[in-house]
């Protein structure tokens, strides 16, 4: 229980500098406070980790919901994983863009609309299985993608000059040993 401990302790720390730096870009102000989530006793609880966990996912999102509509790029957060993950995989069913983005069918399904529309994706029958749809980038599609990526890259390129290589691998190891222990729970 006590690694556990150290590693939600080492994850709330980095996990909120993380979230500080997504939103202010600095960290400073923040490294010089000790004790930002430590009850009286001077503990750190995994509830706090994930809820640190949480805000910066939130954090997260907004940040690129901003970079999205700053440059005018016409899609949502939302949908912007959808085409993400067709960029590294293309002829994949719904079902498992669902998985890959945490969407409900219903949710996805609108999505889908949307980014068909759009002309960015279309959706064609499974030869294997007529009852799937297989999901592809349509030129417009690869279009968009080349047009964003500069943009996405300059956001990482950013965070990870703000951060290091050091903290991102050492806030990444934290996050895979949070989830090993909450999935395996």
Not at 5 to 23: G, H
Not at 37 to 65: K, P, V, W, Y
Not at 135 to 162: C, M, Q
Request: net charge positive; proline share 1%; hydrophobic share 35%.
């Amino acid at each position: 229980m006590h690694i556990i401990c150290r590693a939600c302790m080492k994850a709330i720390k980095l996990v909120k500098y993380l979230t500080i730096s997504i939103k202010r870009c600095t960290f400073a102000a923040e490294k010089k406070k000790k004790n930002f989530m430590e009850d009286n006793n001077g503990h750190f609880s995994s509830r706090d980790c994930i809820i640190q966990l949480i805000s910066t996912r939130m954090a997260s999102r907004q940040a690129m919901q901003r970079l999205l509509r700053d440059s005018g790029a016409g899609i949502t957060f939302e949908m912007l994983q959808i085409m993400s993950c067709l960029w590294t995989e293309q002829g994949i069913s719904q079902q498992t863009l669902a998985v890959r983005t945490s969407k409900d069918k219903a949710c996805l399904t609108n999505l889908m609309l949307n980014l068909e529309k759009k002309g960015y994706v279309c959706r064609r029958e499974d030869p294997k299985d007529k009852r799937n749809k297989l999901v592809y980038l349509t030129d417009e599609g690869e279009a968009f993608r080349r047009w964003i990526s500069p943009k996405l890259s300059a956001y990482y390129t950013r965070l990870d000059e703000i951060l290091g290589k050091d903290v991102i691998k050492q806030t990444e190891k934290l996050l895979k040993d949070l989830q090993h222990a909450i999935e395996t729970y």
